[in-house]
């Protein structure tokens, strides 16, 4: 054992060499493989065809290298040979902006024609025709398109209001059409997806739903547009792979919405992740709006975080208005009244007449 | 205004004891209401009757203090009323442990002899019934009674094995009667209650679904008992709220699962909120088990955990237990094989007869 | 007891106006001594004068209503007091926007002439003259004016690169002169402020160092402004605290920096929380910017979320900007190059100059 | 181009055997090497020489992969062998247990004979020499050897009570000398280490300070043992690196102490991590207590989390006790009075008696 440092070095780099003329050869080798796959319209990744190799690798390993770490080099091997040939390891999400799909913008799913930003305001609740009419006809009147209250309210205790299901749907139905508004409301279950889909425009699935993946799928199946909120502790991946349950079932009309993660922060309800706004405009292909009302849970801030949330890029901005906040049946603290609304309005105008 | 600091505090002093006088006045008057109400059967807590004192008092306030803060003291005053008269402000909880509601034990809901604490295990997905069958009899060996496996897996990912479905309820029914075990499967699906009542012993709503609330309401309507977990992000009051939509729905068999909160710690999968089952012993009347395998995600320190979670007298723990859990198609490395179980078996064995 | 609930209810009715009567009486009391007060000078808010009122209830309490319950009440009546006199309970912060302080802002800290946002750039740390005479040289060509590098780098582990120390600050000295720059750079130890001070015009208190509140006594007592950032789990009262131990000691110069909190999700570094921008600009009297390296730790939406921060109205932004990131050594990921540096300003400067 | 899949796919197989041939022989080359090192005490981790041959490496390839994607397999080569080598790539840690270096127990650093869980005990602070003098009675009486009592405090207000300071430490160490105890207390300074190492026995840093890494390091020239508190939002692995920081300055007596996490739940104070102490046990060399106080911030889950804990092998706990809870200065919810601290030594000692 004579051999001194320089020499043994001399000789591992060698070895590198040589092993990087085999992960070259190899890679042309997939080159072809790649070329037969086309042909045949295979797929690239196979899960089989690597376990098998590395059975076959396992089987001459005469060592001293352990199996459990010639698995890892080889691992590495898989995937950059996988990379090389524009291929992850995961099967390429639908949403993601690196697949080829193409989805539609929130005015191409409604055919709308300027590009201000998309406002989609209402009640938490549907809780009255009268009130649901004032809001309607204010919307209405600031040529604002999209209305929002809820029929079926998911809420943390059973003894809290929990919604007026059918009736609600019917009064939201009515006053929407009179007023010539789009309708958006949650659905709670997947055996509500077909009888909502009758009255609303838009199905939306609350963060508490995020993961209900029987009703994603369910929404996956229906013809309208589904509005997707991120889950309070979501990811932002989880969230695209929530929105990918929807689509490949069928369903590429999803509006993704941003609506506060649950952090140790008081002063806000949640804490409005803003970073998601650009991430999803980058990462997939799909629109995404906030909800200010939820993230924020406060009112007095909701101009500046409005015109924060636009410059980011959000597609549009949701908020709760109610004509009377202070006598509403949910979420009575956060609700903006007509007059702040049409506050928030004029800010949301200013900023965005300038920087067109 | 020649009156000195003294001779104004003794007014202010004079002025308390009148009010203290006033307010032990109007609690004998309550207690005269309470007393008729019994009589009556009517509701303690009426929000309109405080809704209509208030504005009595609004519409007789000549100042200086504003309404705003006169409102803040008498919320004040009724709410100590009511707490006097044993009412919260709430309507209390059929689970808290407040409540006059007795439920019953994990032994008594399946009328076990002993009481040792209860085991639960079994792998992460009905995979195979050779898989299933190595594991029941193992577990009927060891003198275990509860299988879990899962049929229908809610997976982040659409891409990801979605569980075996009907065919793996089968499986598990088959499997269990054979080896006279008691089976728990998760449902995910309102409209899947019914069926996977069939097969099992007991539903299990999981994490994601902890506020799915119409599913909750669907167990609350099923005579099998329920295990349910908390979610990942929710608080213990949460949970219990959400123990509650079954309870107040006719189910009043509910078992309590920890099984880990999202924080930022990565040295496990999740944070094991160990407070929470002293917490639940002490506020619910329910029993809570501990789900080591998701709360850790790893296997070196099970061992440990398993005694600190008995400790702390939850009233057992689920593990997640397989064959071969290279091989398993789901949390591979988490999952305990057979020899690995035992030892934890064993563990818990020794302090568990020490401790008797 | 013959009485019925309507007369049961009419004498709780007349015991309220009586009540009322009281507590209003009260505050007139209150006003008076107030009057006494300010003359005199004397605090408002006098603990001990509240413990020997409730005393003093207590010793005439003869019931039913427990001392328990009658002190929730009474702390209500005082506070409810408290509050009419426009004294909160605890003692009003000084950086608050309720005190009657008044801070400076960024520009007239300096003495800066315009109104566009204020943008501190430079290296995550001083590690050599060349490069820091480049960045600085870019700086003062694109009339930026803050330029900031670490010469003490609190590191997770001791075997991470911890500064130049006393030769950064030299070097960072004498290349902001030539480039007639304002210098930042972090202290980490109260005995290095007096040093450190000699050789930069801001000092920067970092997220770790945010509670270590000698540090902030030390900072209070300096002549040199504070950059005082945002602990990565500090809620935005925390940090109002935090500054007011620096505002305390005599420095009134202090300038915020929100810069992420620690959550979940793993597609950013931290969680920018941009609420805290217009939370800190309506709750306190002091200026805030936001550093959008450490809050994103990704360079692909740094031009989004910068014209989202300024959109709501942040003071300025901070970006760690290196001549060549891939050789810095330290969070060589988040650091701009020079030509991505010049492409952000762009952004801003378009977004900026539409917004006048 | 008329090869098929199968017989590229036989080729692909080849070329992997032969990287598996050539990694192997770097290996031995590798172990040679290794030799050659431990003769002349040199490092195994090289970085210069893993640049130097990526270089080399990078200088030959011609492609098709590109340097990227060679890099990402070289560093899994590199990687794996330096696991075979039983070297981790980051330097490894001092207090990991995969050092050679042994740490002292608790009762070896203070030479006590008997192995039943340390106990640590006393006021939040030092507030006069009646309390502390009542409380060391008691302690000495049951047996216990450790008082602690704060003499700095830090607080989030500049306005609470900020703890008697050299006053606090002179009560301290003569009210321990009587009884005869082991005194710990926080140190929040570097100015001051030389000062309260002076009059205590052990140096406590606290949560806030954690990561104050001129403070660690000024520990780590102390002689006095430290106890390390984790941060509310430190990883695990940021507490052990924060404990190198004094290990490599030359203290080697450091004892750790989980006190809880922040999260969004709100019954406990802070969410106590259990998992921490098995981790801890497994992956450092070091000595780990839990305080309880300051994890639950509640006393009537005490009992149970206290048995949990020891469990799970922790050495031992720390608890705040004070004579007269209600009148503390700070922290009155969550310290024990002296009857109630008895009864959790009651708990303890039955559960510790049993398992012996």
Not at 98 to 116: A, G, M, N
Not at 129 to 157: C, M, Q, V
Not at 170 to 179: F, G, S
Not at 249 to 260: A, K, P, Q
């Amino acid at each position: 054992m004579g051999k001194n440092l320089k020499a043994l070095r001399q000789e591992i780099d060698d070895i590198n060499l040589s092993i990087l003329d085999l992960i070259n050869k190899r890679t042309l080798l997939l080159q072809q493989i790649g070329k037969l796959k086309d042909e045949y319209s295979m797929e690239y990744f196979d899960t089989e065809r690597e376990a098998k190799m590395l059975e076959n690798i396992f089987n001459h390993n005469r060592g001293p290298l352990y199996n459990e770490l010639v698995k890892d080099i080889f691992n590495s091997i898989f995937s950059s040979s996988l990379k090389y040939m524009g291929i992850t390891r995961e099967k390429k999400l639908l949403v993601s902006s690196k697949s080829q799909e193409k989805f539609k913008t929130i005015r191409e799913i409604f055919d709308l024609p300027d590009d201000s930003p998309i406002i989609v305001a209402g009640p938490c609740a549907v809780e009255n025709i009268e009130y649901l009419e004032k809001i309607a006809r204010f919307l209405r009147d600031k040529n604002i398109r999209f209305i929002r209250a809820g029929a079926y309210k998911p809420r943390t205790s059973p003894y809290d209001f929990q919604g007026m299901r059918e009736d609600g749907l019917k009064i939201l139905h009515d006053v929407a059409k009179e007023y010539q508004l789009y309708t958006i409301t949650e659905v709670v279950d997947t055996r509500d997806v077909e009888l909502v889909s009758k009255y609303v425009d838009v199905l939306q699935i609350g963060a508490r739903n995020m993961q209900n993946f029987e009703l994603l799928k369910e929404a996956g199946r229906s013809t309208r547009p589904v509005l997707l909120k991120r889950g309070i502790s979501a990811t932002i991946q989880e969230l695209m792979c929530a929105a990918e349950y929807v689509v490949v079932n069928g369903n590429r009309n999803v509006i993704l919405c941003e609506r506060g993660i649950r952090t140790f922060e008081t002063k806000t309800r949640n804490t409005l992740d803003i970073s998601a706004v650009p991430i999803i405009k980058k990462e997939t292909g799909l629109p995404i709006i906030v909800d200010l009302s939820h993230s924020l849970g406060r009112k007095d801030i909701i101009k500046s975080i409005a015109c924060a949330v636009l410059a980011a890029e959000a597609d549009g901005i949701m908020v709760e208005v109610h004509p009377y906040p202070e006598l509403a049946l949910s979420d009575s603290k956060q609700q903006l009244n007509l007059e702040e609304f049409d506050d928030l309005l004029s800010s949301i105008n200013r900023n965005v007449n300038v920087l067109k």
